[in-house]
């Protein structure tokens, strides 16, 4: 059974910063990509930033230059760096993975629970 868990989010004023953890565990063979995504009440889900196995990241234009994903060499855990913080960027904070749990397996996408950032106006 593979589990994705986030940690590293709370409250934070504005301008500060948080970094968060995301974890796969179980059997795996291998991983992808992996991403982090972002809802706030009353919003859609939105991509935050994504990063492949080779290292090759993306943003959303709205926290590009602010936050900053890795995976050391590419593997697991995956880290979010969030740094000046708005109170737009408030929301419930869940990491995804490709995961390939066998190599006769096919890539199946995973997510975690999530982890709630908050930024008081």
């Known amino acids: 059974q593979v589990q994705l868990v986030e940690s590293g989010g709370g409250l934070v004023q504005a301008g500060g910063s948080l970094r968060l953890s995301c974890a796969a565990s179980g059997s795996i063979f291998s991983i992808s990509e992996m991403g982090w995504y972002r809802q706030a009440p009353g919003k859609q889900r939105e991509l935050v930033a994504g990063?492949?196995?080779?290292?090759?990241?993306n943003y959303s234009d709205s926290v590009k230059g602010r936050f900053t994903i890795s995976r050391d060499n590419g593997k697991n855990p995956t880290y979010l760096q969030m740094n000046s913080l708005k109170p737009e960027d408030a929301a419930l904070y869940s990491c995804?993975?490709?995961?390939?749990?066998?190599?006769?397996?096919?890539?199946?996408?995973?997510w975690g629970q999530g982890t709630q950032v908050t930024v008081p106006p």
């Open positions: 995804n993975a490709q995961i390939r749990v066998h190599i006769r397996v096919l890539l199946r996408t995973y």
């Open positions: 990063i492949t196995s080779g290292g090759d990241t």
